[in-house]
């Protein structure tokens, strides 16, 4: 079986790359940067150099039993919307014209389950309605490339929709990455109030849930992949137990960690950045993503492994990985951490 992964180096990508080779799969991977993929080719990816948003890789899906779609921008606050829009909407598009141009047989996309707004009392499942909650550019966008890979759906091409929630693991170089590093290193003693819940699985579980979504899930489908509800306050005092430190204990008000977010957008506004902190991030984290999952479990037998299992590997990996103090933070790419301009991530 050959499958075709867009976002390879990103943290679900991997994973689902993982999961691919450890089935015997061939796998070939579109990337921007070959060089962030010298470990896939290493272990006999076929790296495809290009970008969702220059659809020049249609005769590599020639031959190709499923296209995973994982390519996204994923970070809130950037000011740039045409260039995110480009990413995640106008890239789907692409990436879904050049599967129905080469007649690929089954196509995963991954979407998101933060379109689906929820509570505890009373969770998101596949039949709810998706919407913006934030009027931000990667929700905004999201929303949009969702509704695309819904009218393709309906329109016949074989797709099924894979919807994580809150993905943790190793090699996340997102704003979750970067606070677990922190918190290895003790650097992480103050938290927002304020924080909502959500629903917390590990990448290695989502990406055998992409590859069940392929293979045992229906076209047409969508599946909610998501384990354990958690408040990030407690998410991260699992995290410190596993990792021998101690968890942040303080809690700042929300209103002045606004004020704070407000100064970063400031400054990166006049430097043409994204910046680390926005307003954006923090209305994001105050909501409740709690997800029902049993259609994936019943369907597809998806079933992760138990969360404390999962915790502590990923911890080890931080422990091991960020523990030294001249260690470099995760860094995304084009994004607020390293410093770049917000263009396409």
Excluded at 215 to 232: A, N
Excluded at 296 to 319: C, H, I, Q, S
Aim: aromatic share 8%; hydrophobic share 45%.
């Amino acid at each position: 079986m050959r499958a075709f992964v867009t976002g390879g180096t990103g943290l679900i990508g991997r994973h689902v790359v993982d999961a691919l080779l450890a089935g015997g799969w061939e796998v070939w991977a579109l990337v921007r940067d070959p060089a962030r993929a010298a470990d896939l080719a290493a272990r006999g990816v076929r790296i495809v150099p290009g970008d969702v948003t220059r659809p020049d890789f249609v005769h590599d899906l020639a031959g190709v039993d499923v296209l995973f779609h994982h390519a996204a921008w994923f970070e809130v606050g950037v000011r740039d919307y045409q260039a995110m829009y480009d990413v995640n909407v106008a890239g789907t598009v692409n990436v879904l014209s050049l599967a129905r141009q080469e007649n690929v047989p089954r196509i995963v996309v991954t979407s998101t389950a933060g379109l689906f707004p929820s509570s505890r009392d009373c969770p998101a499942t596949e039949t709810s309605a998706p919407s913006a909650i934030l009027d931000d550019p990667y929700v905004v966008t999201k929303l949009q490339a969702h509704e695309v890979v819904v009218k393709a759906m309906h329109s016949g091409l074989p797709v099924t929709i894979v919807a994580p929630s809150a993905v943790f693991g190793p090699r996340d170089p997102n704003q979750l990455g970067r606070s677990l590093a922190l918190l290895v290193r003790r650097r992480l003693p103050l938290l927002p109030s304020g924080f909502g819940l959500n629903t917390w699985v590990h990448a290695a579980d989502v990406a055998e849930g992409h590859v069940l979504a392929a293979t045992v899930g229906r076209p047409g489908e969508m599946y909610f992949l998501g384990d354990r509800v958690l408040s990030m306050y407690d998410f991260l005092g699992a995290a410190a137990r596993e990792a021998g430190v101690r968890p942040p204990r303080g809690r700042v008000p929300m209103g002045l960690v606004r004020f704070v977010a407000r100064f970063s957008e400031w400054r990166a506004g006049r430097a043409g950045q994204t910046p680390l902190l926005s307003r954006s991030a923090l209305a994001f984290s105050k909501l409740d993503v709690v997800v029902d999952a049993s259609k994936a479990r019943r369907e597809l037998g998806w079933n992760p492994k138990p969360f404390e299992e999962r915790m502590k590997d990923t911890m080890a990996w931080y422990v091991e990985t960020y523990a030294r103090g001249d260690a470099p933070m995760p860094v995304k790419r084009g994004g607020a951490s390293a410093g770049a301009p917000a263009r396409r991530a």
